[in-house]
């Protein structure tokens, strides 16, 4: 194994050699909700995020 992987290959290997497929959506949903963190923050799209919650 290489010592240097990104976090993304290292999530990647897990999923495929563990079979965890389950995770994927989970994982996909906490980095939309991040997104959003993000863009609610501080931008002129903050009030229709906040129209969505």
Known sequence: MA???SLLGEAWSFLKV???WWLTPIIIMLALVGVFI???QSSAVSP???ALF
């Open 3 to 5: 010592k240097n992987k």
């Open 18 to 20: 563990r079979k965890a």
């Open 38 to 40: 993000i863009l609610a």
């Open 48 to 50: 229709f995020i906040y």
